[in-house]
């Protein structure tokens, strides 16, 4: 049997598979020479003369043994065919076994870039937060100061009111006093004077004191805020106010 006859497959098998070939080979090579031996080789001393009809070389015994080798050929071929397919199996499992290792190291890298992704949003975000601490304005301690505070409290409550309002008004009720008393108006002979920047009584102010100031009528974001809130109730916002209220 030539190179060029064997299958492409065959000529890729792996060491064990060529050699059990090979091993094929041989036992068909056996079978065919048994095949052309006379039963009686021992008695035949001369040439035979050949006649026309068919000379049956093979006898009895020939034809079993070359049975057994046919069966032992089958066999052969079977094992050979069975290492093939077994050959392919592992390819298979080791081809699916590399395919899903890919798979797991890809999900794993995925996983890694989605917590490092969160980790560094959870950063920023914390970062953002200090950064907006550090941006928290610093009011001066004074009438400018404070009214540009409660400006910015009343926003954040939903109070209406702007600077001027708040400034016009102040500058009329107590000149920009956050101490001042009125000791003589109907409030004050009632036993509630009007105090602080808007001159605001206590149980108005009570009433409109707006949560996260001190409760107290003296303190001047205090006082504006509580006025303005009271101010929003009645009048619509503070900045309508422009006379005693």
Same mark, same amino acid.
């Given at each position: 049997?030539?190179?060029?006859?064997?299958?492409?497959?065959?000529?890729?098998?792996?060491?064990?598979?060529?050699? *059990?070939? !090979?091993?094929?080979?041989?036992?068909?090579?056996?079978?065919?020479?048994? *095949?052309?031996? $006379?039963?009686?080789?021992?008695?035949?001393?001369? #040439?035979?003369?050949?006649?026309? &009809?068919?000379?049956?070389?093979?006898?009895?015994?020939?034809?079993?043994?070359? +049975?057994?080798?046919?069966?032992?050929?089958?066999?052969?071929?079977?094992?050979?065919?069975?290492?093939?397919?077994?050959?392919?199996?592992?390819?298979?499992?080791?081809?699916?076994?590399?395919?899903?290792? =890919?798979?797991?190291?890809? !999900?794993?890298?995925? &996983? =890694?870039?989605?917590? +490092?992704?969160? +980790?560094?949003?959870? =950063?920023?975000?914390?970062?953002?937060?200090?950064?907006?601490?550090?941006?928290? $304005?610093?009011?001066?301690?004074?009438?400018?100061?404070?009214?540009?505070? *409660?400006?910015?409290?009343?926003?954040?409550?939903?109070?209406?009111?702007?600077?001027?309002?708040?400034?016009?008004?102040?500058?009329?009720?107590?000149?920009?006093? #956050?101490?001042?008393?009125?000791?003589?108006?109907?409030? !004050?002979?009632?036993?509630? $004077?009007?105090?602080?920047?808007?001159?605001?009584?206590? $149980?108005?102010?009570?009433?409109?004191?707006?949560?996260?100031? #001190?409760?107290?009528?003296?303190?001047?974001?205090?006082?504006?805020?509580?006025?303005?809130?009271?101010?929003?109730? =009645?009048?619509?916002?503070?900045?309508?106010?422009?006379?005693?209220?």
């Amino acid at each position: 049997m030539s190179a060029s006859s064997i299958p492409g497959r065959l000529r890729r098998m792996n060491k064990t598979q060529k050699l *059990s070939v !090979a091993g094929i080979s041989a036992v068909a090579a056996a079978a065919l020479s048994l *095949s052309l031996v $006379p039963g009686n080789a021992d008695a035949e001393t001369e #040439p035979q003369a050949i006649s026309g &009809a068919p000379v049956v070389f093979a006898s009895a015994a020939g034809s079993s043994q070359a +049975k057994t080798i046919q069966a032992s050929v089958i066999e052969q071929h079977s094992t050979a065919a069975q290492l093939i397919k077994a050959s392919d199996a592992a390819k298979a499992k080791a081809a699916s076994k590399a395919k899903a290792k =890919k798979a797991e190291a890809k !999900a794993h890298a995925k &996983a =890694k870039a989605k917590a +490092k992704a969160k +980790k560094a949003a959870a =950063k920023r975000g914390k970062q953002g937060a200090s950064r907006s601490e550090s941006r928290t $304005p610093v009011f001066s301690n004074n009438l400018d100061g404070w009214i540009k505070e *409660s400006l910015a409290i009343m926003k954040s409550k939903g109070i209406p009111g702007t600077y001027d309002g708040l400034h016009r008004n102040i500058i009329r009720e107590s000149s920009g006093n #956050p101490k001042a008393i009125n000791d003589w108006d109907v409030n !004050a002979v009632n036993g509630v $004077p009007s105090k602080g920047l808007l001159q605001i009584i206590k $149980p108005t102010f009570d009433a409109y004191h707006v949560g996260g100031t #001190p409760h107290d009528q003296y303190d001047p974001v205090a006082n504006i805020t509580a006025s303005a809130n009271y101010a929003a109730d =009645k009048y619509g916002s503070i900045d309508n106010v422009n006379s005693a209220y």
